[in-house]
């Protein structure tokens, strides 16, 4: 079997870009952000893109990166806060955006994933999400048909892989990247470090490596806080605060 280990971003994304393309990336926030990859994106000079991700990063962060070079022609999203610059395109008609509840679109991904077409769900009904799709009565209960997600290409980022690619994510970071994994037709993930095939106890492996075809070690591992809260470590201190 070929192995999946490639030398560093450039290398992983050698022969799988296109202008144009649909591209899916993990992340909730700043937590799970495939940041060697997208540095990778940057460097190639790809363009004109769609993104599947829950957000757009922020300005000097993530997928704000893509933006601010004028990379992302059209996202597909749940939230678009914390982005200046993606108030500005959106607002200025340059920048194309397809809003989702967060759960229809998590479950977008993970259906297109599994080859599900479509789903009703009953969220978003009523609302300016639902206008134009297609409705339908279920026990008395109106939902609206979701269509799953499939991308060119998704972009990843866990914790730890073995060299088949199966992988492992940390805590919050376990959060759209399974479904990103999954959806696209590739995948290539960033790790924070490889270990040997049997090194991850089969019933802990978050991603099968099916899903993954291509794996990096990243370069890039930032640990970033989005919004710092401090709980007082004593009652004097959090009555003094609030006094």
């Excluded at 978003?124 to 134009?132: C, F």
């Excluded at 972009?155 to 399974?178: C, E, M, Q, T």
């Excluded at 037709?185 to 019933?203: F, K, M, S, Y």
Aim: glycine share 12%; proline share 3%; net charge neutral.
């Amino acid at each position: 079997m070929a192995t999946k280990i490639r030398r560093d971003a450039a290398d992983a994304l050698d022969g799988l870009l296109f202008d144009g393309m649909t591209i899916a990336a993990g992340g909730f926030g700043l937590c799970g952000i495939p940041e060697t990859l997208i540095d990778g994106l940057l460097a190639s000079g790809v363009k004109d893109l769609t993104f599947i991700s829950n957000n757009c990063g922020v300005d000097d962060y993530g997928l704000g990166l893509l933006l601010a070079a004028r990379r992302v022609r059209r996202m597909i999203s749940s939230y678009v806060g914390e982005n200046k610059e993606f108030e500005r395109q959106y607002l200025a008609g340059e920048l194309q955006l397809e809003f989702n509840p967060q759960g229809t679109l998590a479950e977008r991904m993970r259906a297109g994933g599994a080859g599900i077409a479509g789903f009703f769900t009953r969220t978003g009904v009523g609302t300016l999400v639902a206008e134009g799709k297609d409705h339908r009565d279920f026990d008395g209960e109106t939902y609206v048909l979701e269509t799953g997600l499939r991308a060119d290409l998704a972009i990843v980022k866990a914790w730890r892989a073995d060299a088949h690619g199966n992988l492992v994510y940390r805590k919050s970071a376990r959060n759209f990247n399974p479904m990103a994994a999954a959806c696209g037709r590739v995948t290539v993930a960033e790790v924070e470090e490889i270990v040997p095939v049997g090194g991850i106890d089969p019933d802990q492996v978050h991603t099968s490596g099916i899903y993954v075809q291509r794996l990096i070690v990243a370069t890039r591992n930032e640990k970033r806080i989005e919004k710092r809260t401090v709980t007082p470590a004593h009652p004097a201190d959090a009555r003094k605060e609030t006094a």
